[in-house]
């Protein structure tokens, strides 16, 4: 049986992705009442508001709370976790804390996205060289069950979380832009809504068939044109510099977070 220890967004994510393609038994621990009873009654899973009930009934575990409470929440069930599959999905948290927290070596790192809510998530995953690999391949499937699946070794995965585990809320950010500068040449916030996701979307499609972003960028730009127009703006405002920068703040924190 797979266990979640959290049952918020991102474990819903997998959970929906997991019973969509592979109808596993889960269980999942969630403090919340409303949350425990919203997901027992969509995806027909087990729920419970104790971790170690989790931790008794399943053999791999999926810790999904927030890296502020992963202090806690090893604590808790450590004592439990001889010969368990542990998998952490929360920013900054290193294998080597949970090693030193809890009594097995089975331990995978993943970042996975919000796009999983969709299936169209991006996870990248690091591990210990202890596992075998009927173990990687079952934790594999989970993750791509919602998406794409990179492996990685684990010291980049502070560049990971800045790159994917935070750019949806960049490009999402990018794309409120987008709707306010529309909006303040005068459409509608709908008609700006419209034109800004559906030309994200077609750029993504067409960077994912192949075609360079530095080529993409030519194509659309000409000599005097307004592409041309609005990149030296960008230029001028050390715009790329910008968005360097945060990623860099982002992969920042997520070491912070991981602190141990």
Do not use: W
Not at 22 to 39: G, H
Not at 234 to 250: G, P, V
Request: glycine share 8%.
């Amino acid at each position: 049986m797979i266990g979640f220890i959290g049952g918020g967004n991102m474990a819903e994510a997998l959970i929906k992705g997991i019973v969509a393609k592979y109808e596993k038994n889960i269980m999942v621990s969630e403090p919340r009442d409303d949350r425990r009873d919203y997901l027992e009654k969509l995806y027909r899973i087990k729920t419970t508001p104790y971790n170690k009930e989790v931790m008794k009934e399943c053999t791999i575990i999926i810790l999904a709370v927030k890296p502020q409470n992963m202090d806690e929440v090893t604590a808790e069930i450590s004592e439990m976790s001889t010969d368990k599959i542990i998998v952490t999905i929360a920013a900054g948290i290193p294998i080597s804390y949970l090693s030193s927290r809890l009594k097995t070596s089975k331990i995978i790192r993943v970042m996975p996205n919000t796009p999983a809510l969709i299936q169209e998530g991006m996870s990248v995953m690091s591990m210990c060289e202890c596992m075998h690999d009927k173990e990687i391949n079952i934790i594999k499937d989970i993750f791509m069950s919602v998406g794409a699946l990179l492996m990685l070794p684990e010291k980049h995965m502070n560049a990971v979380t800045a790159l994917s585990g935070s750019g949806p809320g960049f490009f999402a950010y990018f794309i409120e832009a987008f709707i306010e500068g529309g909006v303040k040449m005068g459409l509608e916030k709908s008609d700006a809504s419209t034109l800004a996701i559906q030309t994200m979307l077609g750029t993504a499609r067409l960077l994912d068939a192949g075609i360079a972003p530095a080529q993409l960028r030519e194509m659309v730009t000409s000599p005097g044109g307004t592409t041309e127009a609005g990149l030296k703006n960008f230029k001028e405002r050390n715009f790329k510099d910008i968005i360097i920068s945060a990623l860099e703040s982002a992969s920042n924190r997520a070491r912070e977070l991981g602190g141990k």
